[in-house]
């Protein structure tokens, strides 16, 4: 099933023309609403007349997250407050979220997003969807929640956390799909099999996101909980998940591409790069009203093809994400910088900032330990003392991260120091 | 009577307590009492030394995260309700006793004792 033929079976030409159009659009409605970026073009001398179409785009600008961060909270907006109906946010780089707003017919159009991709993973509108991802600031759980909804679905808002109850949901509602991160669902599967109730259930897909993963991983998924596993992907920025997702043939995932126009450029010279090549992903978004954004680093690596899928539909695929040209990483889908440490860290008196990160991955539950030196002149021997210290750091890099991570406390010497290339993260996940 | 005692952060990996025993055996410095807190992540050793300032320096200088720390020594008599009687004489109010442990001596053991409030509880054990 296709859930709207009509834009996602177009015609390249038709697709080139359409994006054209509203390119031109977006781009002389941000240069008049949008400050800071219409500072951009003028600093280069460029004028919403010279972008004629998507052939011009490599003359605009780029926006990263920075650009984010310097406008907090809401300095890229394009729309008056009174316009804007949701807020979300994700984490920044350096303490500052990224807070990202939609329009009643952004929100409309991120449903359409959803509901194309669920399609593409035989959802319809009997089934029951269990959104097992986190509800709040970040977009994963409501994004998936109304796109279930403007489906047709059933939906169970469980959000994160709680196994038991998410198993006896699944279970007893007849749940037929559920949306989460796939070592989330790694981590239900076991629990499904250590309780023995995997034939009490109909589950038949997984629409899973906000991590990388791998085939193989989408085998074990599948193998283990006799279900077909979809990929979505998206980010907060741009609208959240359902920027792109992956049809029966797991040939890539399929981009919106009436909504969100990808470009794959080098991560060094920023110079587009030819379809199969793996570049950083960049995003125009074409229908935006709230947080239009122009030709946005998403700092993700991956490549491109515009050939037409077997599955009937015509837009371009992305291929697996295959990391990223920034130090993020994505614990337990949440985003992560290690700047984000090192900033927490400055408000704890008693030690110094040296920190180091190790990310592993234990029972298919991804881990968080920071190292921190016990800074000298703060030492106590009273166990008690430094017990109040590691819970007090753990309390500061909980606020900051919004994941709660496993403080040690090590010698002074242990971890290198900030001068030259200091190894601030050693990821142990290895993703099988 | 007073003591100087020097607390040493340990964290638990191979080969950590052989360094620091090492550095003392170098320097010469008699370890006359110790005790190792142990949690999961590291340890804390407080030792009774010969030269705490020297102990201090050494360690430091090897990268441990040293801290001296004044404590109330106490000679013990041997007899059945010593440390009972011994601790009843210290008011409520003071008594916050964070840790003690013992020290022999050839005239008997010394308790150790590490308090908050090191010059009241003194005065109330009329020391």
């Known amino acids: 099933m296709i859930w709207n033929e009509s834009k996602e079976c177009m015609s390249r030409d038709e697709m080139n023309h359409l994006q054209s159009t509203r390119l031109v659009k977006q781009v002389k409605n941000i240069y008049h609403s949008v400050e800071s970026y219409r500072k951009k073009m003028q600093a280069i001398g460029l004028e919403p007349g010279d972008i004629r179409g998507i052939e011009d785009l490599e003359k605009l600008p780029f926006t990263t997250k920075d650009d984010l961060r310097d406008n907090y909270p809401c300095g890229l907006f394009a729309v008056p407050r009174s316009e804007i109906v949701r807020i979300h946010a994700s984490s920044g780089t350096t303490g500052k979220a990224t807070v990202v707003g939609y329009t009643r017919r952004d929100i409309e159009n991120w449903e359409e997003c959803v509901a194309r991709i669920l399609t593409m993973a035989n959802i319809g509108s009997s089934d029951t969807v269990q959104v097992s991802y986190g509800y709040g600031l970040f977009t994963g759980g409501l994004g998936a929640h109304y796109g279930a909804e403007f489906l047709g679905a059933t939906v169970v808002p469980l959000s994160t956390g709680n196994t038991k109850k998410q198993l006896t949901m699944m279970r007893d509602l007849g749940v037929t799909a559920i949306c989460c991160t796939p070592s989330y669902l790694m981590y239900l599967a076991e629990a499904i099999e250590e309780q023995g109730i995997l034939n009490d259930l109909v589950l038949k897909s997984a629409i899973c996101g906000a991590e990388p993963w791998t085939e193989n991983m989408r085998r074990e998924i599948e193998r283990r909980l006799h279900i077909e596993a979809h990929d979505i992907y998206g980010l907060s920025e741009v609208m959240g998940p359902g920027v792109a997702g992956d049809c029966q043939y797991h040939t890539g995932l399929h981009i919106n591409e009436d909504h969100f126009l990808a470009e794959i450029v080098s991560a060094e010279t920023l110079k587009p790069i030819p379809d199969g090549e793996t570049g950083e992903l960049v995003f125009t978004t074409l229908t935006k009203e709230a947080l239009p954004l122009i030709r946005y680093r998403t700092k993700d690596l991956t490549s491109i093809t515009h050939e037409k899928c077997e599955c009937g539909r015509t837009t371009a695929r992305l291929s697996r994400f295959k990391g990223r040209s920034d130090d993020m990483l994505i614990i337990r889908g949440v985003n992560v910088f290690p700047s984000q440490v090192e900033a927490a860290l400055l408000d704890v008196s008693e030690v110094s900032p040296n920190y180091l990160m190790i990310v592993d991955r234990v029972d298919n539950l991804d881990t968080l330990e920071v190292q921190v030196e016990v800074d000298e002149r703060f030492f106590s021997d009273e166990i008690k003392e430094l017990e109040n210290l590691t819970k007090k750091i753990t309390h500061v890099l909980q606020q900051a991260l919004l994941i709660v991570p496993k403080v040690k406390l090590v010698e002074p010497r242990t971890l290198q120091r900030s001068e030259g290339k200091a190894v601030r993260v050693i990821d142990k996940r290895k993703l099988i | ?127």
């Open chain 2, 1 to 127: 009577m007073r003591m100087n005692q020097i607390s040493v952060f340990i964290e638990n990996k191979e080969g950590n307590l052989l360094t620091v025993s090492k550095i003392l055996k170098d320097n010469n410095i008699d370890i006359r009492t110790l005790s190792l807190a142990d949690t999961s992540e590291y340890g804390m050793l407080r030792m009774i030394v010969s030269d705490e300032e020297l102990a201090k320096k050494v360690l430091k200088e090897a990268g441990f995260p040293v801290s001296i720390t004044p404590v109330i020594a106490v000679r013990t008599n041997n007899k059945v309700g010593f440390m009972h009687d011994l601790l009843a004489k210290i008011p409520a109010e003071i008594a916050n006793i964070e840790y003690m442990y013992t020290l022999p001596s050839d005239e008997g053991s010394v308790l150790i004792l590490k308090v908050a409030n090191p010059d009241k509880v003194e005065a109330a054990l009329g020391q």
